[in-house]
């Protein structure tokens, strides 16, 4: 089984990037972090508020049944954002959801939510193989 943990998504929700004469205050995909963070909250997962994280963007610390899931979504333009996940557990024994399981769950939240399409998962970025799912067998 191959997790690819990073994706690329289109959003209709508008850029919301608060900028000053020179720079950005507030770097845009807030509101696609908060969407987010509703949605896995929705499944059950203990989701901290929106973390700024400058010119990479937004990230979500997730929690659940002792495990830990961190998130970086990054307004790429008008339309792509690019979502990472790192699962942050520390185990010595098998917990869940695994991965893989909040992969899946992440993805079918993201695919049943109008204000997101054209959804693809990469294992890394070199690896130029786009999947419409994130866990691929072998």
């Known amino acids: 089984m191959t997790l690819r943990p990073r994706a690329e998504f289109q959003t209709s929700l ?9 720079d950005f205050v507030e770097f845009p995909g807030r509101n696609v972090t908060e969407a987010i963070a509703t949605m896995l909250s929705g499944l059950g997962y203990d989701v901290s508020p929106p973390i700024h994280a400058a010119e990479h963007g937004w990230e979500l610390d997730v929690r659940a049944n002792g495990r830990r899931f961190w998130l970086q979504i990054t307004r790429m333009d008008e339309l792509n954002c690019i979502l ?3 699962d942050m557990t520390w185990r010595i024994w098998r917990l869940h959801p695994s991965h893989a399981e909040f992969l899946t769950q992440l993805d079918a939240a993201l695919r049943q939510d109008g204000r997101f399409d054209e ?8 690896d130029d193989t786009r999947t ?7």
């Open 84 to 86: 990472v996940t790192q």
């Open 119 to 126: 959804i693809g998962w990469y294992r890394n970025w070199e």
């Open 132 to 138: 419409p799912h994130p866990v691929v067998a072998d």
């Open 14 to 22: 508008p850029d919301d990037g608060i900028e000053d004469e020179t």
